[in-house]
């Protein structure tokens, strides 16, 4: 597989090493504006770049043909918009806030926890998120999407930053020096306290998703997750 990487920092670079590994080509690192030109050999493009570059770079790969593993986070303002470029284009595309499977795991489990919590009242939910100190979306893109599954299975209706309100999921994150990801869910009440964590403990994980997910979608036509992937369905 000829992969573009969008995006040659932390993750791409990492990226580089675990696609090389599985026997795949590196036949683009772009760590800047690109031009159609530059991606055209390419057989996917795997996106771990900044916010404000994630949805020029997916979209252009759309319109040139390219299927797209999307990774970088704090740019779904425009996911509408991206996956309306998708269909008119026929292209392939996979998000996800989060590409390792452990989490991909973490999400079910959270799902299904906050199901058996939802009616107990006598518990408050909070979560917590820690990532090194270059990050620059906050709350990190796995903690919506935890806060979107507790959602879809509890009573609450969104979440915030901090300090939240009654049926909001307050969410703290903080950046401590080389962490790279570490997501609790707890709920406490005057009794005890029940708590999941998922602690990645470098980026691999996140590397070997994407480019699993990479290898799955050669082929196919239409907008996937991870799910999808890893058969969790
Ligand atoms: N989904 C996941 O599993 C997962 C895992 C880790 C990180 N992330 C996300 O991936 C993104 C990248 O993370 P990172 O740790 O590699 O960050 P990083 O800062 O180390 O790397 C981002 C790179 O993008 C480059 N860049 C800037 N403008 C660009 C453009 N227009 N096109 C392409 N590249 C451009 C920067 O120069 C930089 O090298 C972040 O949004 C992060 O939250 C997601
Ligand atoms: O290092 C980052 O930045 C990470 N970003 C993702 C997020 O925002 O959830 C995944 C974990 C690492």
């Known amino acids: ?7 040659y920092g932390k993750m791409g670079k990492m990226i580089e090493q675990t696609a090389i590994s599985r026997n795949h080509e590196i036949i683009a690192k772009i760590d800047n504006e690109f031009t159609a030109g530059d991606i055209k050999n390419a057989d996917v493009a795997i996106d771990f770049s900044i916010p404000s570059a994630a949805f020029n ?3 252009t790969c759309f319109k040139n043909g390219i299927p797209v593993i999307s990774g970088t986070t704090g740019w779904l303002d425009k996911y509408d918009e991206a996956i309306a470029c998708c269909k008119k284009n026929n292209g392939a595309f996979i998000y996800a806030s989060n590409f390792s499977l452990g989490v991909n795991i973490f999400f079910q489990l959270n799902a299904y926890l906050a199901q058996m919590m939802s009616g107990l009242k006598e518990y408050q939910i909070g979560m917590e998120e820690i990532h090194h100190t270059q990050k620059l979306d906050a709350p990190s893109g796995t903690a919506i999407t935890l806060a979107e599954g507790i959602i879809k299975n509890t ?3 969104g979440w915030k930053l901090d300090h939240a309100g009654e049926h909001e999921i307050p969410i703290v994150a903080k950046r401590i020096e080389n962490v790279p990801g570490t997501h609790s869910i707890r709920y406490s009440s005057k009794v ?3 708590e999941i964590t998922h602690t990645a403990h470098n980026r691999e994980g ?3 998703g994407a480019v699993i997910a990479a290898e799955w979608i050669i082929g196919k036509t239409g907008i996937f997750d991870m799910k999808d992937v890893l058969n969790l369905r």
């Not at 597989?1 to 995006?7: D, N, S």
């Open 1 to 7: 597989m000829k992969i573009a990487l969008l995006g």
């Open 57 to 59: 770079n997916i979209t």
């Open 155 to 157: 009573s609450k209706t």
């Open 192 to 194: 005890d306290d029940i």
């Open 206 to 208: 996140f590397a070997l």
